[in-house]
């Protein structure tokens, strides 16, 4: 079994950052894809950004030159900094792994940004 450990999400004022961080755990052999998705009041669930196995990065337009994905492959750890924050990115972020052709989810973390 996997497990995903989400934090770093927050409150912040329009313009401020945060770091959000994934920590992977568990039985992992062989990962595809880490990375971050969304989901706001009332709205469905949105890629935010991924990182494959092969180094490709995906990003949400809204997001791209704001938000950067990295990650830590000794630690089986993702990150995504967040900068430029908008009022319209508060959402719960989910952090998301896929290995083996199986989704894995965190519980997620709520960043909120103030205007």
């Known amino acids: 079994q996997v497990q995903l450990l989400e934090s770093g999400g927050g409150l912040v004022q329009a313009g401020g950052s945060l770091r959000l961080s994934c920590a992977a755990s568990?039985?992992?052999?062989?990962?595809?894809?880490m990375g971050w998705y969304r989901q706001a009041p009332g709205k469905q669930r949105e890629l935010v950004a991924t990182?494959?196995?092969?180094?490709?990065?995906n990003y949400e337009d809204s997001v791209k030159g704001r938000f950067t994905i990295s990650r830590d492959n000794a630690k089986n750890t993702v990150y995504l900094q967040m900068n430029s924050l908008k009022p319209e990115d508060t959402a719960v972020y989910y952090c998301?792994?896929?290995?083996?052709?199986?989704?894995?989810w965190g519980q997620g973390t709520q960043v909120t940004v103030s205007s």
């Open positions: 998301v792994l896929v290995a083996d052709r199986v989704n894995f």
């Open positions: 568990g039985s992992i052999r062989s990962i595809f894809l």
């Open positions: 990182f494959t196995s092969g180094g490709s990065t």
